[in-house]
């Protein structure tokens, strides 16, 4: 643990200065589409195992919402740093509200089916991409380079609270109503979303191209802005180990995830609203860690926390896989919800910091391609695992083997999260990119 991290510690402005008005709408419209994912988390693979009881399937499902962060994230950033970012998300919310009330009216005639279901579901994961990758490219430009940690702490106790915590005991109590009431409530809350951002008001484009030597017309160039922001990421001593290490976690999560429903239901012994609450443990867990780990700059090291959130991640994974209860399941969730955050909050402020203006859609974009795309075939492994081995192991392991595995994953990269991104490293970096003014330059205050 380091305590000398001077470039973590925000100063007396940045802990009780107002975020401002700009800020709080982009926290709105963030929370109204978290609510309507927490709805469906839930509703989208409850409503899969409807149309069939194959776990194959069932995880295809799922793993077709994060698809696209495979192969259009990269994308998503180019178009992030051409245009506002704003206007981004708007028409990004839009289309996604457009594709729910076309899912309610598949459930109210009757006629949805798997093939159906996975494509409305990777349109509406096209629509994510364009639209969460903004989002947070866009904190910089909202606040001031002190108020990080704490803008997206806010940002980690809203999405947790309305997507877990929230949502998912909310499309609990729908589903019990009707499926198609789940699908409508999301589509009705994204629309919501829309309007948030419809009433910021400033100029949220991408700060000028500012590399000496730059041609003129490399921001005109797709493919160029594409293989800059690729260059860049990759050559990073600290962001590119990131990313690696983040995707492999966030594969191992997705197994469980894939799962998770059928996990419930055939070991666990719930029913919808019973799912609904569990669910609800993560987000306990979260907000938890959103209020708790701001207040932890400067006093832990980022490296330390990655390595101590990978550490438990495993430990938790492996427990709820082999102990089976509802009991551990409850306890180990509520841990993996506050390291989830902890993770998250270290690894967008570090995005954030070291990353400049210019490139930061690219970065979070080229980042999440790695680590978010891996989570749809993370998904496919976790139902291929559960389809191979339910023959030889029988269906209650069977169902637990992505939780096991996921948990011998989990502790490997640990080991070598403290191998590969060390304090001394992280610190030189920060240090480097502060020296030359990248992170929050140029922001805009209210």
Not at 30 to 48: F, K, S
Not at 137 to 151: G, H, I, K, T
Not at 424 to 439: C, H, Q, T, Y
């Amino acid at each position: 643990m380091s305590q000398n991290v001077p470039h973590k510690v925000p100063d007396e402005h940045g802990r009780r200065a107002p975020l401002g008005a700009r800020f709080h709408q982009l926290l709105g419209a963030v929370g109204l589409g978290n609510l309507g994912d927490g709805i469906a988390v839930v509703a989208l693979p409850w409503y899969a195992t409807t149309l069939t009881d194959d776990a194959l399937l069932v995880a295809l499902v799922g793993a077709a919402t994060r698809l696209p962060w495979l192969f259009l994230a990269l994308v998503a950033g180019v178009v992030g740093d051409r245009t506002d970012r704003r206007r981004l998300m708007v028409r990004a919310g839009a289309a996604k509200a457009v594709l729910l009330v076309l899912l309610t009216a598949v459930v109210v005639l009757g006629v949805g089916s798997i093939p159906l279901l996975v494509l409305i579901a990777l349109l509406v994961g096209t629509c994510e991409v364009f639209f969460d990758n903004t989002a947070q490219s866009m904190v910089p430009s909202v606040v001031s380079r002190p108020q990080l940690e704490r803008a997206n702490g806010l940002l980690q106790v809203v999405e947790r609270v309305l997507n877990k915590f929230l949502g998912a005991p909310l499309a609990g109590a729908l589903l019990a109503v009707s499926t198609a009431w789940a699908f409508g409530a999301q589509a009705a809350l994204v629309l919501l979303a829309v309007v948030c951002l419809v009433g910021m008001r400033g100029d949220f484009r991408p700060a000028a191209e500012d590399t000496p030597g730059e041609s003129a017309d490399r921001r005109s160039s797709v493919g160029a802005m594409l293989r800059e922001g690729l260059v860049w990421l990759w050559r990073h001593p600290v962001l590119r180990p990131l990313a690696l290490v983040s995707g492999a976690s966030n594969l191992a999560a997705a197994m469980n995830g894939a799962v998770l429903v059928l996990f419930a239901q055939e070991v666990l012994g719930v029913g919808a609203q019973g799912y609904g609450l569990l669910m609800t443990v993560t987000a306990f867990g979260a907000v938890t860690g959103a209020l708790v780990v701001p207040s932890l700059t400067g006093r832990i090291h980022p490296s330390s926390a990655m390595v101590v959130v990978l550490t438990v991640l495993g430990a938790t994974a492996l427990a709820v896989g082999l102990l089976r209860s509802v009991p551990v399941f409850v306890v180990c969730y509520f841990l993996t919800g506050f390291v989830s955050t902890w993770w998250n909050i270290t690894l967008i402020s570090l995005i954030q910091r070291l990353t400049p203006d210019r490139l930061r859609s690219r970065i979070f974009s080229a980042h999440r391609t790695v680590s978010w795309g891996l989570l749809s075939v993370g998904m496919g492994l976790g139902g291929a695992l559960v389809s191979v081995s339910e023959g030889p192991l029988g269906r209650e392991w069977a169902l637990a083997a992505p939780f096991v595995t996921a948990g011998l994953i989990g502790l490997a990269l640990a080991l070598v999260a403290r191998l590969v991104l060390g304090p001394a490293l992280v610190d030189r970096a920060l240090s480097d990119a502060e020296a030359r003014g990248e992170p929050g330059s140029g922001s805009r205050q209210d």
